[in-house]
């Protein structure tokens, strides 16, 4: 995915604390098709870990992954 590209759709848990952030992020990819992309934008630290390991046991795509001044931004392709 290039600077250029954008997902489909986004989700901001900024302020949002575990396990808020896993929940709204299953919740949206069940909202959407298989193949569409979405984004995730959170602070909060534990979701590094969890929202990874739910979308690899999900079966899901992490297209992309970048943390910056405690901001955690990922890029989830729905896979099925």
Known sequence: ??????A???LDCVGLYCPE??????KKLDAIEVGKT???VTDD?????DIA???K???HEIV???????????VIRRMK
């Open 1 to 6: 995915m290039t600077e250029n590209d954008k």
């Open 8 to 10: 489909e759709y986004s």
């Open 21 to 26: 952030p896993l929940f709204q992020t299953r």
């Open 38 to 40: 979405l984004e995730v």
């Open 45 to 49: 630290p534990a979701a590094e870990e």
């Open 53 to 55: 390991r739910f979308a």
């Open 57 to 59: 046991r999900a079966g």
């Open 64 to 74: 992309s992954f970048k943390k910056k001044d405690g901001i955690i931004k990922f």
